[in-house]
Protein backbone atom coordinates (compact mmCIF):
# COMPACT_ATOMS: atom_id res chain seq x y z
CA UNK A 1 0.00 0.00 0.00
CA UNK A 2 1.39 3.28 -0.97
CA UNK A 3 0.68 6.84 -0.92
CA UNK A 4 1.72 9.96 -2.54
CA UNK A 5 2.95 13.62 -1.10
CA UNK A 6 2.98 16.56 -3.83
CA UNK A 7 3.89 20.31 -2.72
CA UNK A 8 0.59 22.11 -2.66
CA UNK A 9 1.14 25.55 -3.01
CA UNK A 10 0.38 28.59 -5.78
CA UNK A 11 3.17 30.77 -7.80
CA UNK A 12 3.75 33.90 -5.51
CA UNK A 13 2.63 37.27 -6.79
CA UNK A 14 6.41 38.24 -6.63
CA UNK A 15 7.75 35.67 -9.18
CA UNK A 16 5.61 38.11 -11.65
CA UNK A 17 8.42 40.86 -10.68
CA UNK A 18 11.31 41.23 -12.80
CA UNK A 19 14.72 39.75 -11.07
CA UNK A 20 18.15 41.35 -11.47
CA UNK A 21 21.62 39.52 -11.43
CA UNK A 22 23.74 42.18 -9.28
CA UNK A 23 27.41 40.62 -9.21
CA UNK A 24 30.78 42.27 -9.27
CA UNK A 25 32.41 42.59 -12.39
CA UNK A 26 34.95 40.18 -12.29
CA UNK A 27 33.29 37.39 -11.17
CA UNK A 28 30.58 37.50 -14.31
CA UNK A 29 33.19 35.74 -16.27
CA UNK A 30 31.25 35.12 -19.85
CA UNK A 31 34.01 33.38 -22.00
CA UNK A 32 35.99 30.35 -21.76
CA UNK A 33 39.28 30.11 -19.52
CA UNK A 34 42.22 28.30 -21.18
CA UNK A 35 46.32 28.63 -20.62
CA UNK A 36 45.52 31.14 -17.86
CA UNK A 37 43.42 33.80 -20.54
CA UNK A 38 40.25 34.21 -21.31
CA UNK A 39 38.79 33.22 -24.62
CA UNK A 40 36.30 33.98 -26.41
CA UNK A 41 35.04 31.29 -29.47
CA UNK A 42 33.49 31.28 -32.75
CA UNK A 43 29.84 31.76 -30.93
CA UNK A 44 27.59 32.09 -27.44
CA UNK A 45 24.85 30.12 -25.81
CA UNK A 46 22.33 31.96 -23.49
CA UNK A 47 22.28 31.02 -19.81
CA UNK A 48 18.47 31.66 -18.10
CA UNK A 49 17.37 32.04 -15.00
CA UNK A 50 15.67 28.79 -14.51
CA UNK A 51 12.33 30.85 -12.66
CA UNK A 52 11.68 32.86 -15.23
CA UNK A 53 13.29 32.02 -18.39
CA UNK A 54 14.79 35.28 -18.96
CA UNK A 55 18.89 35.70 -20.41
CA UNK A 56 20.65 36.37 -17.65
CA UNK A 57 24.03 36.25 -19.72
CA UNK A 58 25.70 35.29 -23.11
CA UNK A 59 28.80 32.75 -22.83
CA UNK A 60 31.39 31.58 -25.27
CA UNK A 61 30.42 28.30 -26.68
CA UNK A 62 33.68 26.39 -26.77
CA UNK A 63 33.94 23.40 -29.29
CA UNK A 64 36.19 20.64 -29.93
CA UNK A 65 39.29 23.00 -30.95
CA UNK A 66 39.15 25.06 -27.67
CA UNK A 67 38.57 21.55 -25.92
CA UNK A 68 41.92 20.50 -27.08
CA UNK A 69 43.95 23.31 -26.55
CA UNK A 70 42.89 23.33 -22.94
CA UNK A 71 43.87 20.03 -22.52
CA UNK A 72 47.24 20.64 -24.64
CA UNK A 73 48.18 23.82 -22.03
CA UNK A 74 46.57 21.68 -19.60
CA UNK A 75 49.65 18.83 -19.92
CA UNK A 76 52.35 21.64 -20.74
CA UNK A 77 51.74 23.05 -17.17
CA UNK A 78 51.53 19.47 -15.37
CA UNK A 79 55.11 19.14 -15.51
CA UNK A 80 56.01 22.50 -13.95
CA UNK A 81 53.09 22.00 -11.45
CA UNK A 82 53.57 18.11 -10.05
CA UNK A 83 57.13 19.39 -9.61
CA UNK A 84 56.12 22.15 -7.27
CA UNK A 85 56.77 21.24 -3.47
CA UNK A 86 53.18 20.30 -1.20
CA UNK A 87 53.72 23.02 0.61
CA UNK A 88 53.50 25.28 -2.09
CA UNK A 89 50.44 23.39 -3.44
CA UNK A 90 48.72 23.87 -0.57
CA UNK A 91 49.77 27.43 -0.09
CA UNK A 92 47.72 27.99 -3.09
CA UNK A 93 44.26 25.98 -2.54
CA UNK A 94 44.24 27.73 1.12
CA UNK A 95 44.20 30.98 -0.90
CA UNK A 96 41.43 29.89 -3.43
CA UNK A 97 39.73 29.09 -0.46
CA UNK A 98 40.16 32.20 1.29
CA UNK A 99 38.33 34.09 -1.82
CA UNK A 100 35.73 31.98 -1.91
CA UNK A 101 34.80 33.05 1.42
CA UNK A 102 35.51 36.21 0.86
CA UNK A 103 33.40 36.27 -1.96
CA UNK A 104 30.53 34.37 -1.13
CA UNK A 105 27.75 36.61 -1.59
CA UNK A 106 28.30 37.22 -5.50
CA UNK A 107 29.23 33.60 -5.95
CA UNK A 108 25.81 32.47 -4.07
CA UNK A 109 24.11 35.17 -6.07
CA UNK A 110 25.01 33.08 -9.42
CA UNK A 111 24.19 29.84 -8.30
CA UNK A 112 21.21 31.01 -7.47
CA UNK A 113 20.12 32.90 -10.77
CA UNK A 114 21.61 30.29 -13.53
CA UNK A 115 20.65 27.33 -10.98
CA UNK A 116 17.60 28.34 -9.15
CA UNK A 117 18.46 27.41 -5.77
CA UNK A 118 17.15 29.59 -2.99
CA UNK A 119 19.76 31.91 -1.51
CA UNK A 120 20.18 30.26 1.51
CA UNK A 121 20.88 26.80 -0.02
CA UNK A 122 23.21 29.35 -2.51
CA UNK A 123 25.08 30.51 0.55
CA UNK A 124 25.33 26.77 2.52
CA UNK A 125 27.30 25.65 -1.41
CA UNK A 126 29.62 28.20 -1.13
CA UNK A 127 30.33 27.10 2.16
CA UNK A 128 30.55 23.27 1.35
CA UNK A 129 32.25 24.23 -2.15
CA UNK A 130 34.95 26.28 -0.01
CA UNK A 131 35.76 23.51 2.12
CA UNK A 132 36.86 21.01 0.07
CA UNK A 133 39.65 23.71 -0.87
CA UNK A 134 40.26 23.89 2.83
CA UNK A 135 40.41 19.80 3.43
CA UNK A 136 42.60 19.35 0.26
CA UNK A 137 44.65 22.08 0.61
CA UNK A 138 45.37 20.20 4.13
CA UNK A 139 45.62 16.85 2.48
CA UNK A 140 48.17 18.07 -0.05
CA UNK A 141 51.09 17.50 2.64
CA UNK A 142 49.19 14.17 3.41
CA UNK A 143 50.17 12.13 0.48
CA UNK A 144 52.80 9.40 2.14
CA UNK A 145 54.40 6.48 0.35
CA UNK A 146 55.52 3.54 2.15
CA UNK A 147 58.66 1.95 3.05
CA UNK A 148 58.08 -1.76 2.99
CA UNK A 149 60.52 -4.22 4.68
CA UNK A 150 62.20 -6.88 2.23
CA UNK A 151 62.50 -10.02 1.95
CA UNK A 152 66.20 -9.67 1.11
CA UNK A 153 68.78 -7.50 3.01
CA UNK A 154 70.37 -6.12 0.03
CA UNK A 155 67.55 -4.41 -0.96
CA UNK A 156 64.56 -1.55 0.11
CA UNK A 157 61.01 -1.53 -1.22
CA UNK A 158 59.51 1.74 -1.65
CA UNK A 159 56.23 2.67 -2.75
CA UNK A 160 55.67 5.93 -4.29
CA UNK A 161 52.66 8.31 -4.88
CA UNK A 162 52.85 10.28 -7.81
CA UNK A 163 49.95 12.04 -9.36
CA UNK A 164 47.90 10.70 -12.82
CA UNK A 165 48.34 13.59 -15.15
CA UNK A 166 45.75 15.78 -16.95
CA UNK A 167 42.15 15.41 -15.58
CA UNK A 168 38.80 15.66 -17.69
CA UNK A 169 36.07 17.02 -15.12
CA UNK A 170 32.49 16.90 -15.91
CA UNK A 171 30.41 18.48 -13.70
CA UNK A 172 26.54 18.69 -13.48
CA UNK A 173 24.13 21.48 -12.87
CA UNK A 174 22.90 21.21 -9.31
CA UNK A 175 26.07 22.07 -7.65
CA UNK A 176 27.79 23.93 -9.64
CA UNK A 177 30.22 25.04 -7.99
CA UNK A 178 30.98 22.16 -5.33
CA UNK A 179 31.10 19.40 -7.80
CA UNK A 180 34.41 21.28 -9.09
CA UNK A 181 35.97 21.98 -6.01
CA UNK A 182 35.26 18.57 -4.59
CA UNK A 183 37.10 16.88 -7.47
CA UNK A 184 39.36 19.80 -8.66
CA UNK A 185 41.22 20.24 -5.41
CA UNK A 186 41.41 16.73 -4.35
CA UNK A 187 43.83 16.97 -8.08
CA UNK A 188 45.52 19.61 -7.29
CA UNK A 189 46.49 18.97 -4.09
CA UNK A 190 47.72 15.84 -6.24
CA UNK A 191 49.55 17.37 -8.10
CA UNK A 192 47.81 16.70 -11.31
CA UNK A 193 45.90 19.54 -14.00
CA UNK A 194 42.39 20.07 -14.97
CA UNK A 195 40.24 20.62 -17.76
CA UNK A 196 36.73 21.28 -16.39
CA UNK A 197 33.54 21.01 -18.68
CA UNK A 198 30.40 22.53 -16.87
CA UNK A 199 26.96 21.76 -17.73
CA UNK A 200 25.98 23.85 -20.41
CA UNK A 201 22.62 25.18 -17.70
CA UNK A 202 25.65 26.53 -15.15
CA UNK A 203 28.96 27.66 -16.80
CA UNK A 204 28.90 31.30 -14.70
CA UNK A 205 29.92 29.15 -11.50
CA UNK A 206 32.80 27.55 -12.94
CA UNK A 207 34.02 30.56 -14.98
CA UNK A 208 33.73 32.63 -11.59
CA UNK A 209 35.89 30.12 -9.82
CA UNK A 210 38.65 30.12 -12.61
CA UNK A 211 38.58 34.01 -11.62
CA UNK A 212 39.08 33.43 -8.05
CA UNK A 213 42.01 30.59 -9.02
CA UNK A 214 44.24 33.13 -11.05
CA UNK A 215 43.87 35.97 -8.22
CA UNK A 216 44.99 32.60 -6.10
CA UNK A 217 47.89 32.12 -7.67
CA UNK A 218 47.01 29.06 -9.64
CA UNK A 219 49.82 29.03 -12.57
CA UNK A 220 48.22 29.05 -16.17
CA UNK A 221 47.22 25.95 -17.46
CA UNK A 222 46.28 24.23 -14.48
CA UNK A 223 42.52 25.18 -13.86
CA UNK A 224 40.85 25.46 -17.82
CA UNK A 225 37.28 25.95 -18.17
CA UNK A 226 35.89 25.25 -21.49
CA UNK A 227 32.17 26.02 -21.43
CA UNK A 228 29.46 24.89 -23.70
CA UNK A 229 26.21 24.58 -24.99
CA UNK A 230 24.12 21.28 -24.99
CA UNK A 231 24.61 20.76 -28.90
CA UNK A 232 28.41 20.78 -28.54
CA UNK A 233 28.88 18.70 -25.13
CA UNK A 234 28.93 15.66 -27.37
CA UNK A 235 32.11 17.07 -29.45
CA UNK A 236 33.42 18.40 -26.44
CA UNK A 237 33.11 15.19 -24.71
CA UNK A 238 34.92 13.26 -27.14
CA UNK A 239 38.09 15.43 -26.80
CA UNK A 240 38.05 15.26 -23.12
CA UNK A 241 37.33 11.34 -23.20
CA UNK A 242 39.57 10.17 -26.01
CA UNK A 243 42.56 12.63 -26.28
CA UNK A 244 46.00 10.72 -25.37
CA UNK A 245 47.00 13.43 -23.29
CA UNK A 246 44.51 13.15 -20.79
CA UNK A 247 45.19 10.41 -17.53
CA UNK A 248 42.04 11.14 -15.90
CA UNK A 249 38.48 11.47 -16.23
CA UNK A 250 35.86 12.09 -13.64
CA UNK A 251 32.54 12.67 -14.28
CA UNK A 252 29.12 13.66 -11.94
CA UNK A 253 25.91 12.96 -14.15
CA UNK A 254 23.52 10.27 -14.68
CA UNK A 255 24.57 6.44 -15.50
CA UNK A 256 23.64 6.32 -18.87
CA UNK A 257 26.01 9.51 -19.67
CA UNK A 258 28.40 8.14 -17.01
CA UNK A 259 28.26 4.53 -19.62
CA UNK A 260 28.85 6.81 -22.62
CA UNK A 261 31.93 8.43 -21.06
CA UNK A 262 33.64 4.70 -19.37
CA UNK A 263 33.40 3.40 -23.57
CA UNK A 264 34.79 6.45 -24.83
CA UNK A 265 37.61 6.61 -21.87
CA UNK A 266 38.91 2.70 -22.38
CA UNK A 267 40.57 3.14 -25.89
CA UNK A 268 43.12 4.64 -23.99
CA UNK A 269 42.73 2.74 -20.45
CA UNK A 270 42.41 6.19 -18.53
CA UNK A 271 41.14 5.71 -15.23
CA UNK A 272 37.75 7.27 -13.98
CA UNK A 273 35.94 8.46 -11.42
CA UNK A 274 32.13 8.28 -11.83
CA UNK A 275 29.38 9.52 -9.47
CA UNK A 276 26.20 8.59 -10.86
CA UNK A 277 22.68 8.22 -10.47
CA UNK A 278 21.32 7.58 -7.17
CA UNK A 279 17.70 6.40 -5.80
CA UNK A 280 18.13 6.27 -2.06
CA UNK A 281 15.38 4.64 -0.03
CA UNK A 282 14.14 6.28 3.42
CA UNK A 283 13.26 3.85 6.03
CA UNK A 284 11.01 4.96 9.08
CA UNK A 285 10.92 1.70 11.44
CA UNK A 286 8.36 1.46 14.10
CA UNK A 287 11.38 2.60 16.84
CA UNK A 288 11.92 5.93 15.22
CA UNK A 289 11.63 9.42 16.46
CA UNK A 290 8.89 10.10 14.28
CA UNK A 291 9.94 13.95 14.84
CA UNK A 292 13.26 13.15 14.01
CA UNK A 293 12.28 11.33 11.16
CA UNK A 294 10.39 14.34 9.52
CA UNK A 295 12.48 16.37 9.59
CA UNK A 296 14.72 14.30 8.17
CA UNK A 297 12.81 13.77 5.51
CA UNK A 298 12.38 17.10 4.67
CA UNK A 299 15.78 17.95 4.66
CA UNK A 300 16.41 14.67 2.37
CA UNK A 301 13.73 15.29 0.12
CA UNK A 302 13.18 19.11 -0.63
CA UNK A 303 17.09 20.55 -0.75
CA UNK A 304 17.12 22.32 -3.98
CA UNK A 305 14.09 21.23 -4.80
CA UNK A 306 14.65 17.39 -4.96
CA UNK A 307 17.31 17.48 -7.31
CA UNK A 308 20.44 16.35 -5.82
CA UNK A 309 21.98 13.07 -6.55
CA UNK A 310 21.58 11.96 -2.71
CA UNK A 311 17.54 12.79 -2.35
CA UNK A 312 15.61 10.31 -1.06
CA UNK A 313 13.72 9.07 -3.58
CA UNK A 314 11.48 6.30 -1.94
CA UNK A 315 10.27 6.53 1.94
CA UNK A 316 9.07 3.39 3.13
CA UNK A 317 7.57 3.45 6.39
CA UNK A 318 6.59 0.68 8.79
CA UNK A 319 3.41 -0.17 9.38
CA UNK A 320 2.32 0.89 12.86
CA UNK A 321 3.81 4.03 12.22
CA UNK A 322 3.14 4.92 8.85
CA UNK A 323 -0.19 7.47 9.46
CA UNK A 324 0.97 9.49 11.89
CA UNK A 325 4.29 10.06 9.73
CA UNK A 326 2.62 10.65 6.64
CA UNK A 327 0.47 12.96 9.04
CA UNK A 328 3.04 15.04 10.29
CA UNK A 329 5.35 15.12 7.08
CA UNK A 330 2.36 16.40 5.20
CA UNK A 331 1.62 19.48 7.70
CA UNK A 332 5.36 20.01 7.17
CA UNK A 333 5.52 20.25 3.76
CA UNK A 334 2.46 22.75 3.85
CA UNK A 335 4.26 25.01 6.71
CA UNK A 336 7.85 25.17 5.62
CA UNK A 337 7.76 24.85 1.53
CA UNK A 338 7.67 28.37 0.06
CA UNK A 339 7.78 27.88 -3.90
CA UNK A 340 9.17 31.36 -5.17
CA UNK A 341 12.37 33.05 -6.87
CA UNK A 342 15.72 31.80 -5.17
CA UNK A 343 16.57 35.56 -4.46
CA UNK A 344 13.51 36.37 -2.48
CA UNK A 345 13.98 35.44 1.20
CA UNK A 346 11.24 33.67 2.21
CA UNK A 347 11.80 30.94 -0.75
CA UNK A 348 12.39 27.81 0.01
CA UNK A 349 11.56 25.86 -3.35
CA UNK A 350 12.86 26.99 -6.18
CA UNK A 351 11.98 26.16 -9.73
CA UNK A 352 13.17 22.96 -11.55
CA UNK A 353 16.34 23.61 -13.71
CA UNK A 354 14.51 23.17 -17.22
CA UNK A 355 11.48 21.79 -19.06
CA UNK A 356 12.50 18.89 -19.09
CA UNK A 357 12.70 17.88 -15.94
CA UNK A 358 9.53 19.46 -14.79
CA UNK A 359 8.09 17.27 -17.50
CA UNK A 360 9.75 14.26 -16.07
CA UNK A 361 8.22 14.72 -12.80
CA UNK A 362 4.40 15.26 -14.11
CA UNK A 363 4.71 12.27 -15.91
CA UNK A 364 5.64 10.33 -12.53
CA UNK A 365 2.58 11.72 -10.77
CA UNK A 366 0.43 10.97 -13.23
CA UNK A 367 1.74 7.73 -13.14
CA UNK A 368 1.88 7.33 -9.78
CA UNK A 369 -1.72 5.55 -9.33
CA UNK A 370 -0.75 2.74 -11.95
CA UNK A 371 2.87 2.15 -12.04
CA UNK A 372 4.40 3.92 -9.34
CA UNK A 373 7.29 4.25 -11.82
CA UNK A 374 9.01 7.20 -9.42
CA UNK A 375 9.20 3.91 -6.78
CA UNK A 376 11.62 2.40 -9.50
CA UNK A 377 13.23 5.67 -11.50
CA UNK A 378 15.26 8.57 -9.73
CA UNK A 379 12.75 11.67 -9.46
CA UNK A 380 14.61 14.41 -9.66
CA UNK A 381 12.12 16.19 -8.20
CA UNK A 382 10.03 17.64 -5.19
CA UNK A 383 7.96 14.52 -5.30
CA UNK A 384 7.77 11.72 -2.40
CA UNK A 385 6.35 8.34 -2.84
CA UNK A 386 5.42 6.39 0.69
CA UNK A 387 4.96 2.97 0.72
CA UNK A 388 3.86 0.85 3.54
CA UNK A 389 5.67 -2.40 5.28
CA UNK A 390 5.46 -4.47 7.57
CA UNK A 391 9.00 -6.13 8.55
CA UNK A 392 12.52 -5.35 8.44
CA UNK A 393 13.29 -8.16 5.67
CA UNK A 394 10.45 -6.57 3.48
CA UNK A 395 11.93 -2.93 3.69
CA UNK A 396 15.24 -4.19 2.97
CA UNK A 397 14.24 -5.81 0.03
CA UNK A 398 12.56 -3.02 -1.36
CA UNK A 399 15.33 -0.57 -0.72
CA UNK A 400 18.05 -2.95 -2.14
CA UNK A 401 16.41 -3.72 -5.24
CA UNK A 402 17.98 -1.89 -7.42
CA UNK A 403 20.69 -1.33 -10.20
CA UNK A 404 22.02 1.64 -8.40
CA UNK A 405 23.41 2.35 -4.83
CA UNK A 406 24.47 5.83 -4.28
CA UNK A 407 22.94 6.97 -0.76
CA UNK A 408 19.89 5.42 1.77
CA UNK A 409 18.61 6.66 4.72
CA UNK A 410 16.96 5.23 7.92
CA UNK A 411 15.66 5.88 11.23
CA UNK A 412 15.51 3.76 14.38
CA UNK A 413 16.11 3.85 17.87
CA UNK A 414 16.73 -0.23 18.07
CA UNK A 415 20.51 -0.42 18.43
CA UNK A 416 20.90 -3.60 17.22
CA UNK A 417 18.41 -2.66 14.36
CA UNK A 418 20.42 0.12 13.44
CA UNK A 419 24.08 -2.21 12.48
CA UNK A 420 22.03 -4.92 11.01
CA UNK A 421 20.19 -2.37 8.74
CA UNK A 422 23.35 -0.22 7.53
CA UNK A 423 25.39 -3.13 6.93
CA UNK A 424 22.85 -4.80 4.84
CA UNK A 425 21.72 -1.51 2.84
CA UNK A 426 23.59 -1.78 -0.53
CA UNK A 427 24.57 1.81 -1.45
CA UNK A 428 28.09 3.82 -0.48
CA UNK A 429 26.71 5.87 2.27
CA UNK A 430 24.29 5.76 4.82
CA UNK A 431 22.26 8.32 6.64
CA UNK A 432 21.43 6.49 10.33
CA UNK A 433 18.70 9.30 12.05
CA UNK A 434 19.58 11.62 9.49
CA UNK A 435 18.73 13.11 6.56
CA UNK A 436 22.32 15.28 5.53
CA UNK A 437 25.14 13.32 5.01
CA UNK A 438 27.48 15.25 2.89
CA UNK A 439 31.02 16.63 4.70
CA UNK A 440 34.42 16.65 3.14
CA UNK A 441 35.64 14.34 5.47
CA UNK A 442 34.14 11.63 4.54
CA UNK A 443 33.81 9.39 1.35
CA UNK A 444 30.89 10.16 -1.12
CA UNK A 445 30.15 7.96 -3.64
CA UNK A 446 28.38 4.76 -4.73
CA UNK A 447 28.03 1.05 -5.12
CA UNK A 448 26.07 -1.15 -8.28
CA UNK A 449 25.45 1.20 -11.17
CA UNK A 450 26.39 4.54 -9.14
CA UNK A 451 29.69 4.61 -9.82
CA UNK A 452 33.46 4.44 -9.28
CA UNK A 453 35.52 5.46 -6.58
CA UNK A 454 34.99 7.95 -3.61
CA UNK A 455 35.19 11.81 -3.29
CA UNK A 456 36.54 13.33 -0.59
CA UNK A 457 37.74 12.28 2.45
CA UNK A 458 41.66 11.54 2.60
CA UNK A 459 40.97 9.06 -0.12
CA UNK A 460 39.90 11.49 -2.28
CA UNK A 461 43.24 12.20 -3.32
CA UNK A 462 43.78 8.96 -4.12
CA UNK A 463 41.50 9.14 -7.07
CA UNK A 464 44.44 11.25 -8.95
CA UNK A 465 47.46 8.95 -7.74
CA UNK A 466 49.30 6.63 -9.34
CA UNK A 467 51.46 4.26 -6.73
CA UNK A 468 54.71 3.62 -7.99
CA UNK A 469 56.86 0.56 -6.83
CA UNK A 470 60.58 1.18 -6.44
CA UNK A 471 63.16 -1.62 -5.70
CA UNK A 472 66.73 0.05 -4.52
CA UNK A 473 69.08 -3.59 -4.85
CA UNK A 474 72.71 -3.83 -4.43
CA UNK A 475 72.66 -2.44 -0.91
CA UNK A 476 75.60 -3.63 1.05
CA UNK A 477 73.89 -5.58 4.12
Same mark, same amino acid.
Given at each position: ?74 ? @? ?17 ? %? ?20 ? %? ?9 ? *? ?26 ? %????? %? ?124 ? /? ?6 ? /? ?6 ? @? ?107 ? /? ?6 ? @? ?28 ? /???? @????? *????? *????? *? ?8
Amino acid at each position: MSSLCVLRTRLPAAMQRRFSLDVSAPLLRTQGYIDGRWVSAASVFPVLDPATGEEIARVSDCGPTEAKQAVDAAY @RAFHSWKLRSAKDRSVVLR %KWFDLLTLHKEDLARLITFECG %KPLQESRGEIA *YAASFLEWFSEEARRVYGDVVPSPARDR %KILLL %KQPTGVASIITPWNFPSAMITRKVGAALAAGCTVVVKPAEDTPLSALALAELAEQAGVPAGVFNVVPCSREKTPSVGQVLCTDPLVAKISFTGSTATGKILLKMAADTVKKASMELGGHAPFIVFD /SADVEMAV /SGAMNSKF @RNSGQTCVCSNRFLVQSKIHDVFVEKLCRAMDAELVLGHGSEPSTTQGPLINNRAAEKVEAQISDAVSHMICTREETFGPLLPVIRFDTEEEALAVANASNVGLAGYFF /SQDVSQIW @RVAEALEVGMVGVNEGLLSTPEATFGGVKQ /SGLG @REGSK *YGVDE *YLEVK *YMCFGGLKP
